[in-house]
């Protein structure tokens, strides 16, 4: 494959000609009466025509034929995508799967969109308030089937095995450890090489922005840079009546057929794009002096609700680092949160759990829900010599936090089957070790 380029920045106003059609953008205007090379424009829109400036998102694509060039939607089976909340009773428990299991292709062939699986959410797409958490687990390249989604933007985190998207801006190549935001309507279809898995937050209604950074200054965590933007790129290729574009509107699957492919854009420009970035370039902030700071600190994207810091999902991970505190115990602490915290593992080993939590399986804490290291862990960090020393080597865990208390589906807790019954054995082992005759010397004055 060859190398893909991009363009380098968050929330930029770009522009971007596919090399073959050189000044396939009209100069001066978005709307000539007739576009270079006879194209076609038509723009996306990412926010109300009416928004600030500062969440205004919009896209003009100058494509071959326009999206509308297509057959009637008719509803499609949606296997395990779901927007229904209410399909089990509500459990407050900690909840914890193994790795969900990637179907064989020599059993089954599914791709990226019949590989989606809710595992839980909240909130109600028809009023764009609310959040899913998808799992998908597939085999084989989507070929010429593409999807889009009308109800949110999709965060989506390989897990194992590479994705080659086609967008509509062009391509991109992403690997497990980078992410890639695909946002509200654009098309999309992907590619992939190996038995492949990953974990999708679809957020309703917001986009994702890149935390404020406050008293860090300006620089630092995710630097907009970082953030990748596929350059134009298309195709002339007629399908006769075998495209097929796949829509999940207010949480149902439709599709529709079309005889060219979708990815036609010869050129485009705006701010409403889909974008990558690779967790490695997160440049950590933590403490160096005592204690342990709230995960936020490792924020890479938020999508706010309208309360002022509370986001309806944040993005945040658990990057290799060094851990210095002094007279700290330096891993996660006990807590409960109002917040929901799913919890997934790309590769190697979470720093709270000494086993148990996988890659490739994940963990929900709801509302308040009590949680934090297991047994060992606990041991092991409270004896453990705070020398300096390198946290989370060769690991990447990360967290989808929302305010919205979520809902585990069926599928999450019953038919995945990966469901770990045995979880809150973890922390049995804790007990007392309450000393109330003499003080431990090590605690603060
Ligand atoms: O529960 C977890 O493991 C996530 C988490 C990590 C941390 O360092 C502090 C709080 C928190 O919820
Ligand atoms: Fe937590």
Known sequence: MATLKYISGFGNECASEDPRCPNALPEGQNNPQVCPYNLYAEQLSGSAFTCPRSTNKRSWLYRILPSVSHKPFESIDEGHVTHNWDEVDPDPNQLRWKPFEIPK??????DFVNGLHTLCGA???????????H????NTSMGDRCFYNSDGDF??????GKLLIYTEFGKMLLQPNEICVIQRGMRFSIDVFEETRGYILEVYGVHFELPDLGPIGANGLANPRDFLIPVAWYEDRRVPGGYTVINKYQGKLF??????SPFNVVAWHGNYTPYKYNLENFMVINAVAFDHADPSIFTVLTAKSLRPGVAIADFVIFPPRWGVADKTFR?????RNCMSEFMGLIKGHYEAKEGGFLPGGGSLHSTMTPH?????????????KLVPE??????????????????VTKWGLKTSNSLDENYYKCWEPLKSHFTPNSRNPAGPN
């Open 255 to 260: 599709a529709a057929k079309q005889d060219t």
């Open 390 to 407: 390198r946290i989370a080597d060769g690991t990447m865990a990360f967290m989808f936090e929302s305010s919205l208390s979520m809902a």
């Open 155 to 160: 965060l989506i985190v390989p897990q194992k």
């Open 135 to 138: 799992i998908f687990l597939c």
């Open 372 to 384: 934090g290291p297991d047994a060992d862990c606990f041991d092991k960090a409270s004896k453990a």
């Open 331 to 335: 891993p996660p602490y006990y807590h």
């Open 123 to 133: 909130g109600d797409i028809r009023s764009n308030n609310g959040l899913a958490i």
């Open 105 to 110: 292709a020599s059993q089954k062939k599914v």
